[in-house]
């Protein structure tokens, strides 16, 4: 294996432990605390992941879907909001 192979590997590693991580309870509580969906970071994460393997249509598609998913949770949060 040459360093360019064993460098992608790595961060394949990197980025699958990323996944794991984020779906720990533990870190789906602490997330879920501060109002972070985890699934929208296990997208984001799957999106990275097909970028740095040249998947550019996967990668755009699951960080529009996470933009968009974004973007409604901040403007219901603000129709909640008191005036």
Same mark, same amino acid.
């Given at each position: /294996?040459?360093?360019?192979?064993?460098? /992608? %590997?790595?961060?394949?590693?990197?980025?699958?432990?990323?996944?794991?991580?984020? %779906?720990?309870?533990?870190?789906?509580?602490?997330?879920?605390?501060?109002?972070?969906? !985890? &699934?929208?970071?296990?997208? &984001?994460?799957?999106?990275?992941?097909?970028?740095?393997?040249?998947? #550019?249509?996967?990668?755009?598609?699951?960080?529009?879907?996470?933009?968009?998913?974004? &973007?409604? =949770?901040?403007? =219901?949060? #603000? !129709?909640?909001?008191? &005036?």
């Amino acid at each position: /294996m040459n360093d360019r192979e064993r460098a /992608m %590997k790595e961060l394949d590693e990197v980025l699958d432990d990323l996944v794991v991580l984020l %779906k720990h309870p533990d870190v789906v509580a602490e997330l879920t605390a501060r109002g972070i969906n !985890a &699934s929208l970071a296990i997208v &984001s994460a799957e999106g990275v992941a097909a970028y740095v393997h040249g998947d #550019k249509a996967r990668a755009a598609e699951d960080f529009s879907t996470v933009a968009e998913e974004i &973007s409604t =949770r901040l403007e =219901r949060g #603000k !129709a909640e909001e008191p &005036s």
